[in-house]
């Protein structure tokens, strides 16, 4: 099965649409958070995504706090703008569909998904090996998929030398998992290394091969919703500039 694996698409339709494209042709999609947050788009990402077929989708710190389950005082000033916005916009229907979603996800026998971390899905950032180490011990799949940080990166348990080791994936060049991997397929909507193009991965779950992916997507059109919808200025400079 060849499965689209996303996160953190931020409510930003343009660059959902631009991945959804560029997938062509998914058996499955595997979201790991952060539908919603910073974007003009909730409510149309909330739906795109909910008509995607076998999806499986956990939610994130952002959706948390959109549907009023989070105390908003745990985000930046700017975040926080954004949030009360989407909390007024989002739609009954869109709201009970965030609802629905499980904080841990096992779509499959061998590969869990959470957006921040195992141990803590909700907040953790995994950015380090440290932090990847601790968290090998938290699930009990060979694989997990992980979101929050809007950076795509591969850590590698090596258990007989004891090791964990860190990749940032290449673009467009297949991985081929063994043993213990934790992976994260980058940011749809905000990415956040200094490539403005939107993020994904495709996971074979068949050939056990995973393809990070780039693709361009008119950042123009996002910004000039964010600023209809006077959202803070910050988060229509980052597209551009991918941080
Ligand atoms: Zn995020």
């Given amino acids: 099965m060849r499965v689209l694996v996303i996160s ?3 409510a930003n339709q343009t660059a959902f649409e631009a991945v959804l494209e560029d997938a062509d042709g998914v058996e499955a999609v595997w979201c790991l958070g952060d539908v919603v947050g910073y974007g003009p788009d909730p409510n149309a990402c ?15 710190n952002h959706d948390i706090a959109a549907m009023g389950e989070m105390a908003i005082e745990s985000f930046n000033g700017e975040a926080r703008l954004s ?8 739609t009954p229907k869109n709201m009970a569909f965030l609802h629905t979603l499980p904080q841990i996800a096992e779509p499959s026998e061998r590969v869990t998904l959470v957006h921040g971390s195992p141990r803590d899905p909700i907040w953790e950032y995994m950015l380090n090996t440290l932090t990847a180490r601790l968290n090998f011990l938290e699930f009990t799949t060979e694989l997990c998929f992980v979101g929050h940080t809007h950076v795509p990166s591969i850590f590698w348990q090596d258990v007989n030398r004891d090791r964990i080791s860190l990749d940032i ?5 297949p991985i081929e998992l063994s043993g213990r991997v934790i992976l ?5 909507g905000q990415p956040r290394d200094r490539d403005p193009r939107a993020a994904y991965a495709i996971f074979d779950t068949e050939s ?9 997507y008119d950042i123009e059109s996002v910004q000039k919703r964010i600023r209809e919808a006077q959202l803070p200025e910050k988060h229509a400079l980052r597209l551009e500039e991918g941080w």
């Fill in 8 to 10: 953190d698409i931020h």
């Fill in 46 to 60: 909330v739906e795109l995504l909910a008509s995607q077929p076998n999806l499986v989708c956990v939610p994130g």
């Fill in 83 to 90: 949030l009360l916005w989407q909390r007024e916009v989002i």
């Fill in 169 to 173: 994936p290449k673009e467009a060049v």
């Fill in 184 to 188: 994260n397929p980058g940011s749809v």
């Fill in 208 to 216: 056990s091969i995973w393809t990070s992916h780039r693709v361009e």
